[in-house]
């Protein structure tokens, strides 16, 4: 995609889903960032409805690293995997407190220091508690979309971040955060893809590999045609 594509690929997704945002609720940072070790394996409707009690019972990061693990375990048992978030939750608590002052800190390398807090949740808890956009979040939407997309051909989230970073600006970050997500949700969905409905399908290289479903060779030519069966391409071997 060149420059001007990528302004009109973002500003097509954003006018496809102008309320994209983070869904978590949460108050403080540090609820922040409790809601994202939450989310890990689960929805965000699953854990909004979980952290209203733990946030009550829980009202201070002190709260947080005083708790009894087994009483915080059953609190978040809903949210999955409880035993091991319980754990980081108190441990991440003790650390801010300890090495921070008691402030969630502001820079990736300070965040991945806290227990149960990697690169694509550091990137949520910049751009969400504090506003930080200089990264992308890859969970499974951005890393199949990116992959759909043919933005990038890597597996691994920390490269197809590294692979989005040089194509979309800065200014661009904030939106593709939330927009890739609400793709995933709403439109790409893993399994069956919304593709004729999708706003953004003219950039995907994904349909275009898709659509080729009838290919023969004719003397010499070469026929495809699309879905409709309209040809498209033709090439002569020499
Ligand atoms: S065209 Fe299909 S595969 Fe490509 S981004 Fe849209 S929904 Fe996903």
Redesign the pocket.
């Known amino acids: 995609m060149n420059k001007s594509d990528i302004k009109n690929f973002v500003q097509i997704l954003k006018d496809t889903y102008p309320d994209a945002t983070c869904s978590l609720d949460f108050q403080t940072p540090f609820q922040m960032v409790v809601a994202v070790m939450l989310s890990a394996q689960c929805t965000d409707e699953r854990v909004n409805k979980t952290t209203p009690s733990l946030f009550a019972r829980c009202k201070t990061i002190q709260d947080f690293a005083d708790i009894d693990l087994t009483e915080l375990e059953s609190i978040i048992h809903p949210c999955g995997f409880y035993k091991n978030k319980a754990k980081n939750i108190k441990l991440c608590a003790k650390q801010v407190l300890e090495n921070f002052n008691g402030e969630v800190p502001q820079t990736m390398d300070e965040l991945l220091t806290l227990a149960g807090v990697g690169r694509k949740s550091a990137n949520v808890i910049l751009l969400e508690a504090f506003g930080i956009a200089n990264g992308i979040a890859v969970d499974t939407h951005a890393k199949?979309?990116s992959n759909?997309?043919g933005l990038s051909s890597q597996n691994d989230p920390e490269k197809i971040e590294q692979d989005l970073l040089k194509i979309f600006p800065k200014e661009h970050l904030k939106d593709i955060n939330h927009l890739f997500v609400w793709?995933g949700r709403k439109?790409?969905?893993s399994r069956k893809?919304?593709?004729e409905?999708?706003?953004?399908?003219n950039?995907?290289?994904?349909?275009k590999r898709?659509r080729v479903l009838n290919c023969v060779i004719w003397d010499r030519v070469f026929f495809c045609a699309k879905r409709d069966l309209v040809p498209y391409l033709v090439i002569i071997h020499q």
């Open positions: 199949r979309i759909r997309l793709h439109t790409c969905d893809p919304r593709c409905e999708c706003s953004v399908r950039y995907c290289k994904y349909i898709d």
